[in-house]
C-alpha cells in the first residue's frame, strides 16, 4: 500500500483535493477572480510576520518604542520584517478594495449569496480594525497622533461615543492601558474573529458556487465549464507570487520607518493618518458644530449599512454593469469621492507653507531618528525584589543579609530560588530566643545543608532577625 | 465540463507550482529563522572598564573592598548590577583585582581583617591575601579580573567565572 492510500484511509484527502481543487467555474478561469486567493496570501504574510514580530515586541507604553526601534535597527532582517508586515496591511486593504469592486461589478453577491457578501462585509471591516489597532502599536509621534484623533472621532457617536472612546482607550486619556488592549484586538481578539468570519465566507462561496462573468442566466447556463484546478489555481498562485516579489521589494527598497517616542505633550505635532485612511480624515473637516454629527457619524454609518445590505435591496437578477446604471453610478460616486477626497487632502497640505513645512519637518525628524544608532533601555536593577521601607536596624540586617553571603545560599529576600533554600516564617519556626540561638548555633540539619554559625555582634545579630522577619512574615 | 487537462498535464503543473511555493518559501524562510535566531548571536558583549578610583588609594597592601557597576545588555534593554570586587596585591607587591565570587559555590567572600585571610562564609573556604586558595573546598584561589592604570585611575573589567573548575573560565 501506498503512502498516498494509506492517508487516504484514514484522512480521505484525495476526496477534500477533489473538493478543493475541482469546483467548476462557469465561463473558466479568469484574472479577475485572483483576488480572493490574493487576500489569503496576504493574511498568511500578516500571521508569519506578525507571530515572528511578538518574539521581540512589549506592549506597553514604557517599552513598545524601543522594541519597536531594536527590531528596525539590531536584529537581523527586523527592519525586513517589520517593513513586510506593514506593507502587507497597505496591500491588504488595496486588493480588499479590488476584492470588493469585482465583486460588486460583477453583481457576484446576487442570487443567494446574501449571506456570503455579509461574511465578506463584515471581514472587510475587521481588516479595517486590524489596520487600526496595528497602528498604534510602534507608539511612535505618528502612531499616537492617529489614534488619539480616530479615537477622539468615536467620542462623538451620541450617547455611547464618551464611553466607547474611554473603553477602547482603557482610561480617559491614551497610555499603557491603550496599548494593552490594542495589542489584545490586534493579535488575539480580531484574528480570532478573521479566521471564524473567513471560514465562513469560504463555506459560504463553495456552497453558492463561483458566480462566472456577469451575464444574463441563460448565457451563464451555456458556456463552458471550467474546474479551479489546474488554471485558475495557477493564476491565484501567480497572483500570490507577485504579492511576496511586491512586498519584498518595497521592504528592501524603502523600509517601513519609525518616528521618535510619542510625546502626548507636543501640541505642535501634525497627525496624518495611513493613506487609506486620508480620504476620510479629509472629510471630517468639512464636519464642524452641531452638523458635525451628521458627517461623522450618520453618513458613514449609513454607507456601511447599504453596503452591508446591498443584496438585501438590490435584488434583481440582472448582473450585467451597464444595465445597472444605480448600482454602478453609485459606487462611482462613492470611489471617485474617496479618491477626490484624498486628493485635496494631500494638495491642501502642499498648499497651506506652514502645514507643509511641519509636515516636512516631522519627516526630517522621523529621518533623523532612523538614522540614529541604537542604545539600549537603561534600567538600574534593583538589588531586592521586594521593595520595603525598613526601619534602621531592619536596613542594618538586610545589608547583613547580603554582606555576610545569607543571600548567597537563600537568594535575594530568602525567596530561594533553584538550588537555594528559601526560609520559612522564622518567627513562627523559632520563636522567641530560639532564632537567635539556632543561628549562633545552627541545628543538625541546617549544618548539613551548609548553614555556617553567625559570628555578629548582639545587636547587628538583632538586625539580621529583624529582616528576616520582614521578609519572611511582612509585617 | 470542458475535457479535463491530460493528467500529466495536471499534475506537472502542479509538482512545478509546489516546486516554485517551496523555493519561494524556503528563501523567506531564511530571513524569519536570521530574526528568531539573533539573540544566539549577540549574548550582550564583554563588560566595559569601570574606574574604581585613584591607584594610590590602594597603596595599603590590606584588601580594600570595591563596588564595579556591571551593565549587561539584553536584547533592547541594559540593567547595571552591583557587584564586589576586592583590590589587592599579588606576592610581589603588583596590584590585583580580584573577584569576591567564591570559585566553590559563588557565595561573596569577605576579608577576615582578624585572621588577615579571606574567608567564604558558606563552606570555610581560606584564601590567603592575593587570593590565593589556602584550605577548604573551592578549586581553585580568587579569580583576578583584568585591569589596566590610565592617568593614575585604576580600571578593572568585571567577569563572571565558572564555579568548581580547577582553572579559571570566564563565562561572561
Sequence with gaps: MSIGDWMERRVGWRRLMHEGLDEPIPGRSRWAYIFGSGLLFVFMNQAVTGVFLALYYVPSADHAHKTVEFISKQVSAGAFIRSLHSYGSSLMVVILLLHLLQTYIYGAYKNRRELLWLFGCFLFVLVLGMSFTGYLLPWDQKAYAATAVATNIISEVPLVGNGLKTFLRGGTEMGTLTISRFFAMHILMIPAAIVAALALHVFLFRRAGAAGPPTTEDKLRALPVEPFYPRQVLKDFAFGLVIIALLMVLAMARPTSLGPMANPSDPTYLPRPEWYYIPIFQWLKYWSGPASIIGIVVIPALLFLLLFALPFFDRSPERRPHKRPIAIGSMLLVFGGLVWLGARSYTEDRRDPAVHARLLAQEEEERRFAAAPFAPEEVTAATSSTVQKLTAPESKGALLFVSESCAGCHGPGAKGGAGLFRLPNVATTFPGEQLKAILRKPNATMTEGGMEPIVLKDDDLDGVIAYLKVITQGR | ?172
Design chain 2, 1 to 172: 465540463m470542458t475535457p479535463a487537462e491530460p493528467k500529466t498535464r495536471r499534475s506537472f503543473l502542479g509538482t512545478l507550482a509546489i516546486a516554485i511555493g517551496g523555493a519561494v518559501g524556503a528563501v523567506m524562510a531564511i530571513p524569519l529563522i536570521r530574526f528568531a535566531t539573533w539573540p544566539m548571536r549577540h549574548n550582550g558583549g564583554s563588560a566595559a572598564w569601570f574606574p574604581l578610583g585613584a591607584v594610590d588609594k590602594f597603596a595599603d597592601t590590606t584588601p580594600v573592598r570595591a563596588e564595579v557597576e556591571v551593565r549587561k545588555t539584553e536584547g533592547w534593554r541594559a540593567t547595571v548590577t552591583k557587584q564586589t570586587v576586592w583590590v589587592t596585591h599579588d606576592g610581589v607587591g603588583k596590584l590585583r583585582v580580584l573577584s569576591a565570587v567564591c570559585t566553590h559555590l559563588g557565595c561573596i567572600v569577605p576579608w577576615k581583617p582578624e585572621l588577615k585571610q579571606f574567608v567564604c562564609p558558606c563552606h570555610h573556604a581560606f584564601y590567603s591575601a592575593d587570593g590565593a586558595k589556602l584550605s577548604g573546598p573551592q578549586p581553585r584561589g580568587l579569580d583576578s579580573l583584568p585591569i589596566k592604570v590610565e592617568n593614575g585611575t585604576l580600571f578593572v573589567k568585571y567577569q563572571y567565572f565558572r564555579q568548581l573548575t580547577p582553572k579559571p573560565e570566564v563565562i561572561g
